[in-house]
């Protein structure tokens, strides 16, 4: 279907728009004016009056997970609970309508102990108990590195007073000595463990359920992370699939945990290394892991927390682990994404990757996911090295209220610093790293642009100077991104001979407050020249 979009304004770069667009082919073919292409619109284009209304490239999440964001989508609901006597009930009901059978394993994710008005501290056992003592449930916190069980999960694990701490990661135990329910890290496996087997097909409809709530928000590029070493064989079927059937409602780039020796190899000899697939579906980068998450205090840092001086954190990965898996995956010519949010952290991924790039020349575009807590001199080794930042503005709605008290004001006012790094030419791309965050492409524009949380506090911004403008917000959620898959020369602009990938808004989000931007509502998604939702 050949789309004539006029009486729009279309951004086509900074300060510069169009009124008029046509598409032929799946591609941008044309780009100006109505006057000037009038006669250049076939006859038989389906013709689209935008009146008035802002037309920009489709967005594109850097790093989320679409299997877990269909996944959360069947569980127990947690999000947003504002007490642990909420989410007790939110259980219970999900039971009542559900009917599971006992023994069944149920599952949440996305609380947060911050947000509780009741006693602000994680989940135990005790709590959950009171759930369902006739089922096993399992409950993820928002960052998804931390758990917390009730007693039938902890005994069908077997895990008891004697169960040893593993290495990277922490069991819970309580004054007794007994388990309380709580796993941080790499212990999250040993309780995670009894979760049974998913099918192919629950695969398959948790990827397409997110799929379809993605275009509602105008994402039409997603570079997701599904793929892990533990179902890279099924996972890589349930895409292909999809691609071969024709139901991949968005382009996918496919960031993989695939570390462990066996699944990178089997992968390797398959033909899966970074690149290789189509403008719908490609392989992307090898995605591993150097520490936690702020908000359990599991990211790894180089001092001791300021609210918790008994704890740096956790160091996921050795240093010398990490090297050698960066150097084998750059030996297969396999682009490598860390995620690292503490201060030490970063610069363990950063000594990784130095030991690989020379003279800053970094052609497969190693990155770091998160990179949240830093110092000029990191963003400088960011600058230097050529290395890729993978950011979520959406963080600071929740993190700018704990990072000072996690930290301190010194180095919080470094971190998250997004106009720093794009003042300093660090490549940096915007994500969501939903489902931690919703997929919502306008709150994590609000954050960038604004630096508030979603109520629109602080007045100011927090550490206003690292605000970007909304140019520049854009970009790093198009064509920034798609930089980041070694697509920026296919899509993320609006102009010939990219793919029409575009997205028509209810607001003009260049010109209304910033407070405005994150109520802004899709009216039309548009992926490869088909119109895929209409509101």
């Not at 292409?37 to 802002?54: C, V, Y």
């Not at 609901?77 to 009542?96: H, L």
Request: net charge negative.
């Amino acid at each position: 279907m050949n789309i004539a979009i006029y009486n729009a304004r279309i951004y086509v770069d900074r300060g510069v728009f169009a009124d008029t667009l046509l598409i032929e082919d799946g591609k941008i073919s044309l780009v100006g004016s109505l006057e000037d292409l009038r006669d250049a619109i076939p006859s038989d284009a389906k013709k689209i009056d935008a009146q008035g209304n802002t037309v920009i490239p489709g967005f594109n999440d850097s790093h989320m997970h679409l299997y877990d964001l269909g996944s959360k989508m069947k569980m127990i609901k947690v999000s947003g609970a504002t007490s642990i006597d909420e989410i007790i009930a939110r259980g219970q009901e999900f039971i009542e309508k559900n009917r599971p059978a006992p023994g069944t394993v149920l599952r949440g994710v996305g609380w947060n102990q911050d947000y509780f008005t009741d006693k602000k501290r994680v989940l135990t056992k005790f709590d959950i108990d009171k759930i369902s003592k006739k089922h096993a449930i399992i409950l993820d916190r928002v960052c998804g590195h931390l758990v917390s069980c009730n007693s039938l999960a902890l005994k069908m694990a077997g895990i008891n007073r004697n169960t040893h701490q593993p290495e990277g990661g922490s069991i819970g135990f309580d004054h007794d000595g007994e388990p309380n329910g709580v796993f941080g890290e790499n212990a999250i496996q040993c309780i995670k463990k009894i979760i049974p087997h998913v099918s192919y097909a629950d695969m398959r409809e948790s990827v397409k359920m997110a799929m379809d709530y993605a275009r509602t928000k105008g994402v039409t590029s997603i570079q997701s992370r599904d793929v892990l070493n533990d179902n890279y064989q099924l996972m890589l079927k349930v895409f292909n699939d999809l691609y071969t059937s024709g139901e991949l409602s968005t382009r996918v780039c496919m960031q993989c945990s695939i570390d462990h020796e066996g699944p990178f190899k089997d992968c390797i000899q398959q033909g899966y290394v970074t690149n290789y697939g189509n403008s719908y579906l490609k392989f992307g980068p090898m995605k591993i892991f150097a520490d936690g998450s702020l908000g359990s205090r599991t990211a790894f840092m180089r001092s001791p927390y300021f609210d918790d001086p008994q704890t740096k954190g956790l160091q996921v990965m050795p240093q010398e682990e990490m090297d050698a898996i960066v150097a084998k995956a750059s030996k297969h010519k396999m682009q490598v994404i860390t995620h690292a949010i503490g201060d030490a952290a970063i610069e363990e991924v950063l000594n990784s990757y130095e030991k690989v790039i020379k003279n800053g020349n970094n052609p497969l575009r190693h990155g770091v996911v998160h990179c949240q807590i830093t110092d000029i001199g990191l963003l400088k080794r960011f600058r230097d090295l050529n290395v890729l930042a993978f950011v979520q503005p959406i963080f600071l709605h929740y993190d700018m209220h704990i990072v000072e008290n996690r930290v301190g004001k010194k180095l919080a006012s470094t971190s998250y610093a997004f106009n720093t790094m794009d003042r300093l030419g660090v490549h940096v791309s915007y994500g969501t790293d939903c489902p931690v965050e919703d997929l919502d492409p306008f709150a994590n524009l609000h954050c960038a642009v604004s630096r508030q949380d979603l109520s629109n506090y602080p007045d100011n911004g927090f550490y206003s100077d690292e605000k970007v403008d909304i140019y520049r917000a854009v970009d790093n959620y198009t064509v920034a991104s798609a930089y980041a898959s070694f697509e920026e020369n296919e899509k993320g602009r609006i102009k010939p001979g990219e793919y029409a990938d575009i997205v028509m808004l209810d607001k003009n989000i260049f010109s209304v407050p910033s407070n405005e931007i994150k109520t802004t509502q899709v009216l039309m998604t548009i992926l490869g020249g088909n119109i895929v939702y209409e509101r």
